[in-house]
């Protein structure tokens, strides 16, 4: 995923899975709670900070009006009391403009990009969080396949996106094997 919030340099096509629609705006998958995102909320993830080597997640004061924007369709994450744990986004803003140029997110797929707040990371929540939100994804835009982008060298994710039944497709980059495009289909497969 990009810069978080900054949006791609186009807009998806009318009637494309990615650009949201109608759906449903509030959901509870095991022990978390979708909604879209708010102002606190987005506020809340532009200072968050991740230790080396996954700084480059780093929340940015200035992304908060691309969370904000609906056509990025960016949900809130939270526990049962309410607390945020993450935040999951659908459709265009999930993609790196890398992976635009060579035009590889053409396909009938919804791109997903997620965060998990730092104090969270590492402690074997991933899988769950990851599955959470593709049962929310499936019920709210009901798409085909689902897809992402990571970058290369975050091999905790990888793995955590490999258990929730996802497989790299290609690897792409400006220099190299930067990003690894992961696919998987969306019908509940393996409990999901």
């Known amino acids: 995923m990009g810069r978080l919030g900054q949006g791609s340099t186009e807009d998806p096509p009318a009637g494309d899975v990615r650009a949201g629609g109608a759906y449903r705006t509030e959901a509870v998958a095991e022990a978390y709670s979708f909604r879209p995102?708010?102002?606190a909320d987005a506020e809340e993830i532009s200072r968050w900070r991740y230790p080396e080597p996954y700084a480059t997640y780093d929340g940015d004061p200035s992304?908060?009006?691309?969370?904000?924007?609906?056509r990025y369709n960016y949900h809130a994450v939270t526990d049962p009391e309410g607390g945020l744990v993450g935040y999951?986004?659908?459709g265009a803003d999930a993609t790196v403009p890398a992976g635009r140029r060579l035009g590889l997110y053409d396909e009938n797929a919804l791109d997903i990009g997620l965060g998990m707040r730092p104090?969270?990371?590492?402690?074997?929540l991933g899988l769950g969080f990851v599955r959470a939100g593709l049962r929310f994804a499936r019920q709210a835009f009901a798409p085909a396949a689902f897809r992402l982008t990571v970058t290369a060298l975050n091999q905790?994710?990888?793995?955590v996106y490999e258990a929730a039944g996802f497989e790299v497709v290609r690897s792409f980059g400006d220099?190299?094997?930067?990003?690894?495009?992961?696919?998987?289909?969306a019908s509940p497969e393996d409990g999901t």
């Open 37 to 39: 995102i708010a102002r």
């Open 63 to 70: 992304s908060v009006p691309g969370l904000l924007d609906p």
């Open 156 to 159: 905790r994710a990888v793995r």
């Open 175 to 185: 220099r190299g094997d930067e990003w690894l495009l992961m696919k998987r289909p």
């Open 88 to 90: 999951f986004c659908f």
């Open 119 to 124: 104090d969270l990371t590492g402690r074997g």
